[in-house]
């Protein structure tokens, strides 16, 4: 169940279907005051990132409040999950958001995602939050068979590992 209205927070809850056609008692639900997780997206040197993708996921703390034995929510697609574009000064906002848990993600064409878990409470919103891409590592890369001769549109993936520390 999703509840929205203009001026609250949005409510997610999830609840068993009833048993044969019965009608199904949810009690009473009260939208608890609006929220707001807000900040700015910034590269490695600070200098703000516009138009970069942010993506929020995450629910109200309550969520599973009516299926107490659950070992997992119903469905973690609409609702949970809403992205932003940054403004021109890296700037992104999300509101009408409930207490509870909540991970930013910062897309940026060309760099690896950077991912941030926030606790929204009750007495305050979550202002000033920053997201920054870390420095990056070049990479020259030369490609030639075994006669070392350069190989014509030879194509490169390179990805990130990174290892436990032990």
Same mark, same amino acid.
Request: glycine residues 10%.
């Given at each position: 169940?999703? #509840? ?7 409510? +997610? ?16 639900? #009260? +939208? ?47 609702? #949970?999950?809403?992205?932003?574009? &940054? ?13 509870? &848990?909540?991970?930013?993600? +910062? ?9 941030? %878990? ?5 007495? %305050? ?7 920054? +891409? &870390?420095?990056?590592? &070049?990479?020259? #890369? ?20 990174v290892a436990e520390k032990g």
């Amino acid at each position: 169940l999703i #509840v929205r209205a203009e001026g609250h927070a949005r409510l +997610l809850l999830d609840f068993d279907p009833a048993q044969e056609q019965q009608l199904l008692e949810l009690g009473d639900l #009260v +939208l608890p005051p609006a929220r707001r997780i807000a900040g700015r997206a910034v590269d490695a040197e600070g200098i703000p990132l516009a138009r970069a993708r942010i993506v929020l996921a995450g629910h109200n703390a309550d969520r599973g409040r009516l299926r107490p034995t659950a070992t997992a929510f119903a469905q973690d697609g609409y609702g #949970v999950e809403e992205q932003r574009l &940054s403004d021109d000064l890296g700037r992104f906002g999300f509101g009408e958001l409930a207490p509870g &848990s909540y991970r930013l993600t +910062l897309h940026v064409d060309g760099a690896p995602e950077i991912s941030q %878990q926030v606790e929204l409470t009750p007495a %305050q919103d979550l202002e000033d939050l920053e997201l920054r +891409l &870390s420095a990056g590592v &070049s990479l020259r #890369v030369f490609v030639v068979d075994d006669l070392e001769v350069p190989i014509a549109r030879a194509m490169v993936t390179a990805s990130v590992t990174v290892a436990e520390k032990g």
